[in-house]
């Protein structure tokens, strides 16, 4: 099971309508149209981030990445 399954699964339960990546920072979520730290998480560095989204995303998704830096899905 791809490790982002944990933190998409609270999502879920907390109702929050995004998650949030950023290299050296805390996830986030979007909760009620703001942006919250997720409790008991921990700074995310280049690799965890990228571990995180390529095991769910397409070759396709990839490049996309790769080009922008930055992607939604």
């Known amino acids: 099971m791809p490790e982002i399954d944990t933190l998409l699964k609270q999502a879920v339960e907390c109702g929050a309508s995004d998650l949030h990546f950023t290299v050296g920072?805390?996830?986030?979520?979007?909760?009620?149209?703001?942006?919250?730290?997720?409790?008991?998480?921990?700074?995310?560095?280049?690799?965890?981030?990228?571990q995180f989204l390529t095991e769910i995303m397409s070759d396709h998704q990839i490049a996309h990445f790769e080009q922008l830096n930055d992607i939604d899905f």
């Open 25 to 50: 920072a805390q996830p986030m979520y979007r909760l009620h149209g703001e942006l919250q730290k997720i409790d008991n998480t921990e700074i995310l560095s280049e690799h965890q981030a990228q």
